[in-house]
Structures are given as C-alpha cells and as structure tokens.
C-alpha cells in the first residue's frame, strides 16, 4: 500500500494548495497576460511573424511535453521522489523567469524570449505532472473534490493578486505606480523577475511540508528511459484490458480541457468584437479570475456530494447554453456578463477533471497518469485554436471564433457521456490519506 503514514494537516493541505497559487506567476503573468504579449508587440519588429513563432514554438515544447510526461511521472512515483520531481522542475521554471529579465525590448533577443518561454513551458508542465499526482496525499476520498477545487481556486486567486499588483506596480501608464522605466522594456523584465519570486516562494511550504510517498513497489526506481517507455507500453496495454473506462476519460478529458484552455486563451481576442477595449481586458481577466475561483470552490464541494462527472457535465452544458447565448448577442455589457458567466463553469469542470482521474488513479501510480493526462491534452491541444481559425475565415467574424471553441466542448461532453464515474470512495487504500 502506498499512503502516507499519517493523514495529512490542514496546514499540508495549504501548503499543498499554495503551490497553485504560485504557478499563476507562470501562466497568468508570463505565459498569458505580460510576458508572451511583450514579445509579440515590443521585442519582435513584425507582430505578424512573431506571433506564428510563439505558436510554433509553444507547439514544440508541447511535443516534447507529450512525449515525456509519462515518463517523468512514471520515474517519480517508482523512486518516491514526487515531491524532489516537483521542487526540481519548479526550479527550472523559476530560473526561466528570472532569466526573462535580460530579454531587451529589442528584436535581436526574440530568440531568447522565446527559447526561455518554451523551457518554462516544457519544465512547468512536467511540474504539475507530480504536483497532481499528490492530490490523493492531501485528501480523502470524501474530500478529495473540495482539496482540488480549493486549489485551483487559490490558483485563481494567485493570479488575481499577481496581476493586479504587477498592472498597477509596474506596467499601467507608464511604468506603474512605482514608476520603473520603460525604456528596454524594463519594467516587463522586472515583472519577470517578480513573478519568479512569487513562484519559488509559495512554491516552498508544499516542498517543506508534505510528506514524501515510499517508492511503489511495481515499479523500478531508477530505469531507463527505454525501460521506462517499455513499462509505460505494457501498462497501457493492462490498462485498456482491464479499465476502458479510464483510458476513454483520459480522451474525453483531453477534448473538453482544450475547449476549456481556449476560452481564456482566445477571450482577450474575442473580446474586441463586443467593444471592449485594451485596458478593460486586462480587468476583466481579474474579474474573470475572481468568479471562475469561485466556482471551483464550489464545485469543488459538489464533486464530493454529487461525484466529480456530473459536476463537469453539469459545466460543460452551462458553458455550451451561456456560449451560444452570447455568440447572438453584442455590446460590452453582453460580453461582461455572459463572458463572467462562462468563467463561472470553467473553474469546476477543470478542478473536478483533476479530482475525475486522481479518484480513478491505481496507488503509487499517479504520476504516471498524471503523465498522459497532459499527454492527451498536448496530443489534441491543436483542435480549439484551428476550430477557431476556420469559424472565422468562415464567417468572416472574430465572434463567430467562439462556435469553434463550443464544438470542441461539445464533442468532449458526448465522448464523457458514457465513461463510467469513478467509486465515491476509493478501495485501494485511500482510506490513510489526509483529513481535512
């Protein structure tokens, strides 16, 4: 049996959580909002071109992400080492950020902006890989819904409290409050550099607090890494054998998670067809932060009363209704208020997805899963951005973007439709992890 010799704390609870809510330095400053847009529109002299570099760029650290990320899982739960996997590749992230800081505002350094971004990406992806897989370490099955949601809450939250204090301190007007220079782009570096500070510190309690698990005892500590694939092979095989049922989550999963990813990726984009301005999107981003944490939390405590499926069925059909409402409608006001609205479905379905596998995942295994978790995502992470693409040539309409974005949602729902929910309670061992 793999658990921890002692339920989790509160405060392990927290420090695992607080892990979330530093990785938004990572994906709301660097990868979403700041970073990736300086270097689109101030470093590159061609924004066009720029632009399909970022894509092209992201689209191979997202290969090499899938080919890998098993893998990484894998090695990390066979030597017990998830927390040291965990502490090793967040540190690559970090450092990846703090070197941001010598990107100039000048097209010369393109290359590095976007070698640093791809890194950041490749090390962060392979850090939540054994950061999920600890979930079950820090909850109960009666819990294990409310401990997920209560983290990608945080994460949202991160990223509220981030956002707002970088806008206001370092990039509104010019050079924020605090009045850095903007000459070079200073005051977006000195972002970087903020932003990889917040990571590593709230990344630490989670790396000093929470328990390591002993090695699992099927799998070999330190092979290689084509003994490694050779393994990862014959458990699919056993897999798909005797549990369909998880493989065809883990599809289904990859689908609607795209779907889900593309509404804040593209939202900013869509936005500017309802009238919203430059500024205003950056405030509805913390509005939007605000309400989809919210709603994590929420379907957070549902998972654990109602199960984690209807909690994202129950999501996935509220984004398509409030989506397509909104596809009809025009003007700021439309916006804001079905744009808050969908933001309010996403926290759940993409917190309960998390809880879905973790309750489905065998002990000692979850790092491996985890691993192809983000495999399946990367493998069709190219589906919502091209639906997005065609609905607009199609239509001529940056609004229209949006029904690429609701197809790719709706056919994850009818492929979840009939994967068979996992246990309410888990019995294989689960009964020793964490009490909160």
Known sequence: MNAPAAPATRGQVWAWGLWDWGSAAFNAVILTFVFSRY????????????????????????????????????????????????????????????????????????????????????????????????????????????????????????????????????????????????????????????????????????????????????????????????????????????????????????????????????????AAAYGIGADDVLLFGIAANVIAGLGALVGGRLDDRIGPKAVIVGSLVGILLVGS????????????????ALTLFVGPAQSSSRAFLARLAPPGREGQLFGLYATTGRAVSFLAPSLVGLFTFLFDSTRAGMAGILVVIAIGLAALWRVRPPAATHPRGDAQAARV
Do not use: C, K
């Not at 924004?47 to 760029?57: H, M």
């Open 39 to 270: 270097l689109v529109e101030g470093v590159a002299d061609d924004p066009v071109r720029a632009t399909s570099l970022l894509g092209w760029t992201l689209g191979a650290a997202g290969l090499l992400v899938a080919l890998a990320a098993p893998v990484v899982g894998q090695r990390a739960d066979g030597a017990g080492r998830r927390r040291r996997s965990v502490a090793a590749w967040t540190a690559l992230t970090v450092l990846s950020m703090a070197a941001m800081f010598a990107v100039v505002d000048d097209h010369a350094y393109l290359a590095l902006g976007l070698g640093l971004l791809a890194l950041g990406s490749v090390t962060f992806e392979f850090a939540t890989v054994s950061y999920y897989a600890m979930l079950r370490q820090v909850s109960t099955p009666a819990t294990i819904g409310r401990v997920s949601g209560f983290g990608w809450a945080l994460g949202y939250f991160g990223g509220i409290v981030l956002l707002s204090l970088v806008y206001f301190g370092l990039v509104a007007g010019e050079g924020g409050l605090l009045g850095v220079p903007t000459e070079d782009g200073l005051n977006i570096r000195v972002v970087a550099l903020v932003a990889a500070v917040w990571f590593a510190l709230f990344a630490l309690p989670m790396l000093l607090v929470v328990p390591e698990l002993p090695p699992a005892a099927d799998l070999p500590a330190r092979a290689g890494v084509l003994a490694s694939y050779r393994t990862l092979v014959a458990d699919l095989r056993a897999l798909l054998r005797t549990d369909r049922h998880t493989v065809y989550f883990l599809l289904a999963s990859a689908l609607f998670r795209d779907g889900l990813g593309a509404i804040f990726t593209f939202g900013a984009i869509i």
């Open 325 to 340: 409402v909104l596809m009809v409608l025009s003007g700021p006001v439309a916006f804001w208020t079905g744009g808050l």
